[in-house]
């Protein structure tokens, strides 16, 4: 738009100049013919008039300005000399050059000018290529990383950064964005000097930001014109996809644990039955016998403990029947710190709620309960000489709403990570291990997804993204 603008000013202040140009000629032209030397002081501007026409005009402009000066030109030597002589005849010969001056000079400036809109059509198409390439890249959700044979990037698109967290610019290295994956580097090298492709290469990536992301890297050597210029790096964050196929195969496994319990149960409370049966017809008929009635009740209470046990066991994969409706989040959290505050204070834990935008499920609140009084009962225990918790609650842009629970103690060991949801599976001698898989068999009930990230010595994060309330979100 500029260099349009530009180019009007230039033909319309070139016009103008020209047009002040003809009119001082021909006023000089008009004076000096009474007194017969107006050839011989107006020859050289009668070349630059020419000169400027066709360059300005090009080959026709060049001619009709050649035209227009010899009418000028010639007539006056008709008036000054009368009958033609050999001077009067060398001074027609400038008209001729007048038109072999406009021939040439227009003729240039007319394959300039064809030239220049050439380059400039030739620019506009590549800048239109160009352009079009870059709106395809950034539109891509995957990452799209070039690197030079030195591993500079020379270019990256918006779902690279995002992936990222806006880590690495164009001119970084990739060496100092992947310097903790050696094993990526050499691929890397690979790529470049041997042409070897890597795809679906999967690493967990630690952010900027402080967030741990798994990420898929697939790996192409870029030539052009036979000649490697290059590498080529897509990323995929598929982050949420490994946590959802995590999440599953748990539930699948208390599923299948649910079952279990199921025909043990059977098979154990129909003993159990036929047992309290007896008891208490024994217990009818020796009722004058004191200690058989003693020994009997034992009986019973073993009965009765034996069953309080496989309640207990069944209720790790056994489904809430509760009612659901439409659940504040922060309602959840301040009735459950309400009910523990003497127990937090007690254990110099300290409890800090941040409702950062309303957040609503539809789902049982006294099972959402159930499984928060699980989580900080493990935060509270991972800190035996005190800290805090933070919970914080959040409305999602996509329509979930996203629960966090995040603690200060001595955290998981990377080891135990993958096992913390599993039945039975327990750090503390004292512990019965079925804490977090009752959370994540409450947080399946309800459509969510739960996923932990721990650090040794720096603590815990629990978090839950639940299917949300659009209403109550304010979204939509």
Do not use: W
Request: net charge neutral; hydrophobic share 40%.
């Amino acid at each position: 738009m500029k260099t349009a603008k530009y180019k009007l000013l230039y033909r319309k202040y070139a016009r103008t100049v020209l047009g002040f140009l003809v009119l001082i000629i021909g006023l000089l032209n008009l004076l000096l013919i009474p007194n017969g030397s107006g050839g011989y002081y107006l020859r050289p501007l009668y070349y630059v008039l020419v000169l400027v026409c066709a360059l300005q005009f090009g080959f026709r402009g060049g001619l009709a300005a050649a035209a227009a000066v010899s009418l000028m030109y010639s007539p006056q030597q008709l008036l000054v000399f009368g009958m033609p002589n050999p001077e009067q005849l060398m001074d027609l010969g400038d008209t001729a050059g007048f038109f072999v001056v406009a021939v040439l000079t227009g003729s240039i400036a007319d394959r300039r000018k064809s030239i220049h809109k050439k380059l400039l059509d030739q620019f506009l198409t590549v800048s239109f290529q160009n352009s079009y390439s870059q709106s395809i890249m950034q539109s891509i959700r995957s990452g799209v990383i070039a690197a030079n044979r030195e591993l500079l990037i020379t270019a990256m698109n918006s779902g690279a950064r995002d992936i990222l967290d806006t880590r690495g610019v164009e001119g970084d290295s990739l060496r100092s964005i992947f310097y903790e994956h050696p094993g990526l580097l050499a691929k890397l090298e690979n790529a470049l000097e041997r042409s070897q492709t890597t795809e679906g290469l999967e690493l967990s990536l630690q952010t900027p930001g402080g967030r741990t992301k798994t990420i898929t890297i697939s790996m192409f050597p870029l030539i052009y014109d036979g000649i490697r210029r290059g590498v080529v790096i897509i990323l995929d964050d598929i982050t949420e996809l490994k946590n959802l196929r995590e999440h599953m195969l748990r539930s699948e496994k208390l599923s299948a644990l649910g079952v279990l319990y199921s025909g043990i149960a059977h098979e154990i409370r129909n003993p159990l039955g036929i047992i309290k049966a007896i008891e208490e017809t024994l217990r009818r008929e020796l009722k004058n016998n004191t200690e058989a009635v003693k020994q009997l009740e034992m009986i019973d209470e073993e009965v009765e403990r034996a069953n309080r046990a496989l309640n207990s066991r069944l209720n790790t994969a056994k489904p809430g029947s509760g009612v659901k409706r439409r659940v504040l989040l922060s309602e959840v959290i301040r009735d459950t710190l309400a009910v523990m505050g003497t127990y937090l204070e007690q254990r110099q834990v300290s409890a800090l709620y941040k409702d950062i935008s309303a957040a609503a499920v539809q789902g049982d609140p006294e099972r959402l309960k159930q499984a928060l009084v699980n989580l900080v009962f493990n935060s509270v225990q991972a800190m035996p000489g005190g800290g805090s918790i933070t919970i914080t609650t959040e409305g999602m842009i996509d329509g979930r709403a996203k629960l966090a629970v995040v603690d200060t103690g001595k955290g998981i060991d990377p080891n135990h990570i993958p096992l913390v949801f599993d039945p039975f599976f327990t750090t503390r001698p004292d512990g019965a291990g079925l804490g977090l898989s009752i959370v994540h068999q409450i947080v399946d009930e309800h459509g969510g997804i739960i996923t932990l990230t721990s650090q040794v010595d720096q603590g815990t994060r629990v978090e839950i993204i639940f299917p949300a309330d659009r209403e109550v979100s304010g979204i939509g």
